[in-house]
């Protein structure tokens, strides 16, 4: 065996940025450093209560009035369920849809298994797609999501003649977090590539290390989750085009990474 084809499927060395929110980076980071790389935890969102708890809770309260509930991401499904369970349960009859695999591994968590979710793309515009969500009109439709989400899925259900309402269960922000070593590994040439989970999240990433992080950043091979936060990484000058994960979930992510770091040894 030559020495390319014994390092395949192995990160021994490599050294990855990890993104994620830091109460959702260790199963990542703990599956790249069980192949042998490093996992750099950077968390550039944080997730906290939504600023108007009351409105939540009030949908919350209706929610057997309404046809379907759509849950955005699986932060979505976390802190919505845990109110819905502790205010009387899901309504037997109230049918359930979903972006990506990892809101619907949410979902069975908390008990929930016919859920509508697309089969491939993970995004507002495969869900659109999905037959389930065609003739919508006089359907009342919950969307359970983080506060300022995108408005695709709500203003596109709304024309097929849908009621909507949003359920914004928490708020993403910018965490205050030291950058200085982060900065200097960077400038050292020492992050090898990088994952980003949202568009808000890279958005803070590019605002968090400054001008001058930047530099390093847009020449640094990055793995995103989703076309859309590829079309960001080219408008922001990633050098390197982005590497799309198959899916948002952190097997999908460090298959992503291998499969850089596989051509990287191929060499």
């Known amino acids: 065996m030559d020495e390319a084809a014994s390092t395949r499927h192995t990160l021994k060395g490599v050294r ?4 994620r929110p830091k109460d959702q980076a260790e199963n990542l980071a703990r599956l790249i450093e069980s192949r042998g790389g490093e996992a750099i935890r950077f968390p550039v969102i944080e997730i906290s209560e939504p600023q108007d708890k009351h409105a939540l809770l009030a949908s919350i309260d209706r929610l057997k009035d309404f046809t379907l509930a759509i849950f955005i ?3 979505a499904v976390n ?9 009387g349960g899901w309504p037997p009859t109230l049918r359930v ?3 990506g695999r990892g809101s619907a591994c949410e979902l069975k968590n908390f008990g929930i298994e016919n859920v509508i979710v697309p089969a491939e793309r993970f995004d507002s515009e495969a869900l659109l797609e999905m037959p389930e969500l065609q003739s919508v009109k006089g359907k009342s439709i919950v969307i359970f999501r983080g506060e300022g989400g ?3 899925l709500g203003d596109t259900l709304l024309s097929r003649g849908a009621m909507i309402e949003y359920a914004e269960c928490y708020r993403r922000v910018r965490p205050d977090f030291d950058v200085a070593p982060l900065l200097r590994r960077g400038e050292r040439g020492e992050i090898d590539i990088i994952s ?3 568009v808000d999240g890279l958005h803070n990433l590019f605002n968090m290390v400054g001008e001058a992080g930047q530099r390093w950043l847009i020449r640094t091979p990055i793995v995103v989750v989703s076309e859309r936060i590829a079309k960001v990484c080219r408008e922001r000058g990633f050098k390197t085009e982005p590497r799309l994960a198959s899916a948002a979930s952190d097997e999908a992510i460090l298959s992503a990474i291998q499969a850089w770091q596989d051509g990287q040894n191929a060499l």
């Open 16 to 19: 990855v940025l990890v993104t």
């Open 73 to 75: 991401s699986p932060n």
């Open 79 to 87: 802190r919505a369920m845990k109110l819905i369970h502790a205010r």
């Open 97 to 99: 849809a979903c972006v």
């Open 150 to 152: 995108r408005e695709l």
């Open 196 to 198: 980003v989970t949202s």
